[in-house]
């Protein structure tokens, strides 16, 4: 039923183009709008203007009144965590890695299904394949990118290597932590802002709607200095300027 309605979706936002390209410009010039090019034919990423950031009821801050969204992409991955000696501390969060799929034009068609893809994700593991689409939510999902901690523990988007590689690089800070709806299992939705090491246009990113990731309560019966991965999904809605 969903992917029916996405489809025909599609095929209306496709026709629609079809009928006017021009409307594929958006209301800015394509230069000055980093990474909104069309990334498929059913596709116009100029609609992600109309698509609002799902943070009301968090603590979450709203982007800054420059940016705009570049990109909506689920990403599928661990969350890394070390134990010392004591088993009664907690574990300690060491990074993530995560494979980062385009989720754009299910956000600007479908707000329901992008909200249930993460959890959906979460059911299915990493296609052997690392470059292959993931299939999740009745259809495949292109790989954007990837997301990686550097040796110094900074979050990190690559986008180079993905159909917007305008996008380029974010390295980034946390910037507001707020407690997933189901917090026991899911890791917290944060934002995170642009930090020294970014190449390109990213000024903001967005943890939401996140699945999984959660550690172990505490280090019991963890081997010291053993890396403890717990599987994860989560969208990361990328603002740019
Ligand atoms: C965004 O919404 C406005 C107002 O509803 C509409 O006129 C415009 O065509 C929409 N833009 C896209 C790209 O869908
Ligand atoms: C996380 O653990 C995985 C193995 O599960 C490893 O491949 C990856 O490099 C680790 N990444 C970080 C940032 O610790
Ligand atoms: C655990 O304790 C041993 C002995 O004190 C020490 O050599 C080792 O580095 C400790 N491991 C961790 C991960 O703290």
Redesign the pocket.
Same mark, same amino acid.
């Given at each position: 039923m969903k992917a029916g309605l996405l489809l025909s979706t599609l095929v209306a936002i496709a026709t629609t183009s079809n009928a006017a390209p021009t409307l594929s410009l958006g209301p800015r010039s394509v230069l000055s709008k980093h990474g909104r090019r069309q990334i498929s034919a059913e596709c116009d990423l100029s609609a992600l203007d109309n698509v609002t950031l799902p943070i009301a009821g968090t603590s979450l801050p709203a982007p800054g009144a420059d940016f705009f969204l570049a990109s909506i992409t689920v990403g599928r991955g661990?969350q890394?965590y070390t134990c010392g000696n004591d088993s009664t501390a907690a574990p300690v969060s *060491?990074?993530?890695?995560a494979i980062l799929y385009e989720a754009s034009c299910v956000g600007v068609a479908d707000p329901d299904l992008l909200a249930s893809l993460p959890g959906q994700a979460l059911a299915i593991s990493l296609p052997d394949d690392p470059q292959a689409d993931l299939d999740c939510g009745s259809q495949p999902l292109e790989r954007a990118g990837h997301h990686?901690?550097t040796a110094a523990k900074v979050p990190t988007f690559d986008f180079t290597e993905s159909g917007d590689p305008e996008l380029g690089l974010g390295a980034m800070s946390v910037g507001v932590k707020s407690p997933a709806p189901d917090a026991s299992t899911a890791v917290p939705w944060l934002s995170l802002n642009r930090a020294d090491g970014s190449v390109g246009p990213i000024q903001s990113i967005y943890r939401l709607n996140t699945a999984g990731g959660v550690a172990p309560a505490t280090c019991a019966n963890q081997e010291p200095g053993a *890396?403890i991965?717990v599987q994860y999904a989560a969208q990361y809605w990328v603002y740019s300027q």
């Amino acid at each position: 039923m969903k992917a029916g309605l996405l489809l025909s979706t599609l095929v209306a936002i496709a026709t629609t183009s079809n009928a006017a390209p021009t409307l594929s410009l958006g209301p800015r010039s394509v230069l000055s709008k980093h990474g909104r090019r069309q990334i498929s034919a059913e596709c116009d990423l100029s609609a992600l203007d109309n698509v609002t950031l799902p943070i009301a009821g968090t603590s979450l801050p709203a982007p800054g009144a420059d940016f705009f969204l570049a990109s909506i992409t689920v990403g599928r991955g661990v969350q890394n965590y070390t134990c010392g000696n004591d088993s009664t501390a907690a574990p300690v969060s *060491t990074g993530a890695i995560a494979i980062l799929y385009e989720a754009s034009c299910v956000g600007v068609a479908d707000p329901d299904l992008l909200a249930s893809l993460p959890g959906q994700a979460l059911a299915i593991s990493l296609p052997d394949d690392p470059q292959a689409d993931l299939d999740c939510g009745s259809q495949p999902l292109e790989r954007a990118g990837h997301h990686f901690f550097t040796a110094a523990k900074v979050p990190t988007f690559d986008f180079t290597e993905s159909g917007d590689p305008e996008l380029g690089l974010g390295a980034m800070s946390v910037g507001v932590k707020s407690p997933a709806p189901d917090a026991s299992t899911a890791v917290p939705w944060l934002s995170l802002n642009r930090a020294d090491g970014s190449v390109g246009p990213i000024q903001s990113i967005y943890r939401l709607n996140t699945a999984g990731g959660v550690a172990p309560a505490t280090c019991a019966n963890q081997e010291p200095g053993a *890396t403890i991965s717990v599987q994860y999904a989560a969208q990361y809605w990328v603002y740019s300027q």
